[in-house]
């Protein structure tokens, strides 16, 4: 095995694990709402999108200090990293805060966005209020993990993932299965749990000090860092909000891509069984992201240490490396899936309290396998992009992907009902991962 394929590895193998161990609780979620029938699966997949429409936009914090911290790794800066993942905590911080306390006009948004249906409207904003409690400890352990990454750890967030994430199901089970609390229940879990994660994020923070010699973060290069006595400070905190600006715009536009599924699918005149289908597939598809992500963040720490330490021949290498093995793993999802089928579905919508889901989400099942072939690479790109800290190529081309995703669907999309509403999103993750190819090979992503 070559060199750049050791790194590969050992940067994917442990993000794969932290990462799939994401949509496992969202999936476990939706498992545990399954014994309640095809309404209460539709409430926590449409509780989550509310969340998330607010959460996900804010994903800049993780990748812009991925980024940044990487290159900044690369030409062996600790100050540069320090300030990266101090401006990062601080502005993660503010946002968590603004928006726990605009938490009921961000609801109605999302309500509105999603087009819920009055039936489902209780059990969402039951869900979201109690939600939203954890967003400081949620965005302040993005910083963290981009911080980690961008230093070339992948262990450290697959500890910090691993034990949020077992905490999250421990007590969502416990709370829904044996209080009985529903998805009250479920949403107090995720916030215990992220609130521990921050805890343990923080620790690593202070272990780090005294396990080695070269960590960069001591409280002399914190206060030298606040005071701005760097050289360039005015020109890398402008570098910094640039960046995160393109990337905010970025993810803003994919949230509304699954909003916009979500609004759709809720106005298609279609019973319950359909909407809670597609949460399943959904949930299907969050499974594919996460996993390939694992190399996508690969991507954002290789391609961001190479980049910044200039050598370009090795760059080259490790991103034809990182398509390779991000598609071999696509290959994998798609016979997983395949092959499942109602074994697979039926873990999500059992045969007895949720057969009519069960039947949809197996007639779309198709799609899903496709998803698992076409949509990676626009994963993959992202991480390239991220690592060479191309923000406005990200901006650029996802704006130009969502605009042919909109009128995919108004153009054809919408006569082929359900149908044209996943053949819309298919689409709009092919022309992603064609904008960005395009970008590429343009040399407009340095």
């Known amino acids: 095995m070559s060199h750049p394929n050791r790194e590969i590895l050992r940067l994917a193998l442990p993000n794969i694990l932290s990462n799939v161990s994401v949509p496992l609780i969202s999936s476990f979620d939706t498992a545990l709402m399954g014994g309640l029938g095809g309404t209460h699966i539709a409430a926590v997949g449409l509780g989550s999108m509310a969340f998330n429409f607010v959460y996900w936009n804010f994903g800049f914090l993780r990748m812009g200090t991925t980024g940044l911290t990487a290159q900044a790794f690369g030409r062996q800066d600790g100050q540069g990293q320090v300030q990266t993942l101090l401006r990062g905590a601080l502005l993660a911080l503010a946002i968590g805060l603004v928006l726990v306390?605009?938490?009921?006009?961000?609801?109605?948004?999302t309500e509105w966005l999603l087009n819920i249906r009055t039936d489902q409207l209780?059990?969402?904003?039951?869900?979201?209020?109690?939600?939203?409690?954890?967003?400081?400890?949620?965005?302040?352990?993005?910083?963290?993990?981009?911080?980690?990454?961008?230093?070339?750890?992948?262990?450290?967030?697959?500890?910090?993932t691993l034990v949020v994430n077992a905490a999250n199901l421990v007590l969502s089970y416990y709370l829904v299965a044996y209080l009985g609390w529903g998805i009250a229940g479920v949403a107090w879990g995720t916030v215990a749990a992220q609130y521990l994660g921050l805890l343990l994020g923080l620790s690593l923070l202070v272990y780090g000090r005294y396990r080695s010699a070269q960590w960069p973060l001591s409280w002399r290069s914190?206060?030298?860092?606040?005071?701005?006595?760097?050289?360039?400070?005015?020109?890398?905190?402008?570098?910094?909000?640039?960046?995160?600006?393109?990337?905010?715009?970025?993810?803003?536009?994919?949230?509304?891509?699954?909003?916009?599924?979500?609004?759709?699918?809720?106005?298609?005149?279609?019973g319950t069984s359909t909407v809670a289908a597609n949460v399943i597939l959904l949930q299907l598809v969050n499974w594919l992201s996460y996993g390939v992500d694992g190399f996508a963040f690969a991507a954002e720490s290789l391609v961001g240490k190479y980049a910044g330490a200039g050598k370009r021949d090795q760059l080259q290498r490790v991103i034809r490396l990182l398509f390779a093995w991000g598609m071999g793993l696509a290959v994998v999802y798609a016979l997983v899936y395949w092959i499942g089928d109602r074994y697979l579905l039926a873990l999500f919508a059992p045969e007895g309290s949720a057969a009519d889901t069960l039947a949809v989400a197996l007639h779309y099942l198709p799609v899903l396998v496709l998803f698992c072939l076409?949509?990676?690479?626009?994963?993959?790109?992202?991480?390239?992009?991220?690592?060479?800290?191309?923000?406005?190529?990200?901006?650029?081309?996802?704006?130009?992907?969502?605009?042919?995703?909109?009128?995919?669907?108004?153009?054809?999309?919408?006569?082929?009902?359900?149908?044209?509403?996943?053949?819309?999103?298919?689409?709009f993750m092919v022309l992603r991962a064609g904008m960005q190819w395009i970008w590429w090979r343009r040399g407009l992503v340095g």
């Open 101 to 109: 306390l605009l938490q009921t006009p961000l609801v109605r948004f």
């Open 222 to 270: 914190v206060q030298s860092v606040l005071r701005g006595q760097e050289a360039d400070t005015a020109v890398s905190l402008l570098a910094f909000f640039r960046i995160n600006r393109d990337i905010f715009i970025r993810t803003v536009c994919l949230t509304l891509s699954f909003a916009f599924f979500y609004n759709r699918a809720n106005a298609l005149d279609v």
């Open 374 to 427: 076409l949509a990676t690479p626009c994963y993959l790109f992202d991480g390239i992009f991220v690592g060479l800290t191309a923000a406005r190529a990200m901006r650029q081309t996802m704006l130009y992907a969502f605009a042919g995703y909109l009128l995919s669907y108004y153009l054809l999309g919408q006569h082929y009902g359900n149908w044209g509403l996943w053949g819309s999103l298919l689409f």
């Open 122 to 160: 209780a059990l969402v904003e039951d869900y979201f209020f109690i939600r939203i409690l954890a967003a400081p400890a949620a965005l302040l352990q993005m910083v963290l993990l981009g911080w980690f990454f961008g230093r070339q750890n992948a262990v450290w967030p697959l500890l910090l």
